[in-house]
Structure formats: structure tokens, C-alpha cells
């Protein structure tokens, strides 16, 4: 499928395609939703829990968009707040004291930055999170599965293996937001979006992803379970490769893929 980058925008912001909350479904079984940070709220944006992956058990994190506007408004359009990275650091603490791997879905575009969210620091709890992935002592895979926006999507990125969707998109910022900055002009949103270089085949060349898991034709919507499949095939693969590996391997193997970005 021959598309272009700001087409894959569209194709990636596209109400129908699945959520984090849909793949949960498709993968997992008796998974087991847990809430609140312990310091503030329960942030909607993003659902965590422990789940079993075939005979495995792991952890479980997804941000998650809403079908319509009162689930939109509900998940807050997908846009965490503090809470919402301390909780899903919570739940990666737990599953690295019970031995569970790390799988992450990330789709935003961006965390919430509003009033409150800067006063609960924001900032400093997608920091921390960046800090404690790197050191993390538990396998972690990370899949980008629409929209991966700034800090806001890395928080959830500092990964062992990090995979995007044929069509989904991962920069730092919006292309309107780019457009905004660099031509000052949001209209330019579709010029930015060719000049980011957004794309899942732009980053696997960059290096900054792992890989592309391909999507049905005409995009993840037209067919939840076989996109289901090809992420299962790719998380099946990784989960028997890194469980080869010593701890002390793959924590050091995570850093310097990060340090030679």
C-alpha cells in the first residue's frame, strides 16, 4: 500500500482503527486491570494490568483512545497526565520484582499538557520514567500502534524491542504543532508531515525502531484479528529471544541502543 506520510496521519488518527484496549482483548486472557498511582489519581489515558500471554504471565500497559467523544473525553483523548506515567512505572516495578515481562502499546499524541498536569510535574514524571525503563530488570517490548507523540509516547518507549505498525507514526511532535513552529503556519501540517520523517519505514531505517509489523490491506481496521496475529507473531518471537538473554545482557544491550541513537 503506497501511501503518503501525511496519509499514513490520517490513517493513524482514524477513529476506527484498534485501540490499545482492543489488542488486550485479542492477545491476552484474564487480564486483570489495576488503578491509580498511589500519589494522586486514576488516569483513564492508560490502562495497565497482568494478563497471560498464552502460558506467560506479563504486564500489560496501553494508552487508550476512545470510540467517540464521551469515551474520548473519559481516556481524555489519550493524553495522560502524571498520574497516569506513575501508575504505569507502578505496575513495570511490580512486574520486575515478579519476574513478568513488559509489553507496552503506545497511541498519543502527546501527554496533557494542561494547568494541572505541569503543577503535578509532569515533566519530571515522564523523566523518571525515561530513567527507570533504561534500568529496568525486566524484558520490556514496546509497539507503537497509531499515533506515538512526543515524550508523551517515549515514556512508554524505552524498550528492549520497539515495533510500529505499517501505518502508524512516532515524532516528536504533531505535524500541525511543526508546521506551527518551524514554517509558522499550521496549515503546512501535510509539508511537515513529508519532512519529519514520521514514518514507521523512516524509522526502521534511522535505526530508532526495531521493526515494521505489517497491517491488513487498506489498514489495521479492515481486520482486528489478523493484525492481532502479525503482533502476536512479533511478540512470540522477541519474548523466546530476550528470554535467552542474562539480565545483565539485555539491560546492557537496551542502553546502548539508546546511547547510539
Known sequence: MNITPWEKVKLARMA?????????????????????????????????????????????????KGRNTKENIARNFSMPHPEGYRKALRLMKQA?????????????????CGLGAEERGQGEAIATNLAEMMMLKAPIISVVISEGGSGGALALGVADKVYMLEHAIYSILSPEGFASILYKDSSKAE???????????????????DGVIPEPRGGAHNNYEMMAKNIKKTLEHDLKLLSKLTMEDMMEKRYQKFRNM
Open 96 to 112: 520486575e520484582k515478579f519476574h513478568r515481562p513488559i509489553i507496552c502499546f503506545i497511541d498519543t499524541p502527546g501527554a496533557f
Open 16 to 64: 476506527g482503527r484498534p485501540t490499545g484496549l482492543d489488542y488486550i482483548e485479542l492477545l491476552f486472557h484474564d487480564f486483570i486491570e489495576m488503578h491509580g498511582d498511589r500519589l494522586f489519581a486514576e488516569d483513564q489515558a492508560i490502562i495497565g494490568g497482568i494478563a497471560f500471554f498464552g502460558d506467560l504471565p506479563v504486564t500489560v500497559i496501553a494508552q487508550q
Open 191 to 209: 509539508q511537515a508531515a513529508n519532512d519529519m520523517k514520521l514514518t514507521a519505514q523512516d524509522l526502521v531505517q534511522f535505526g530508532i525502531i
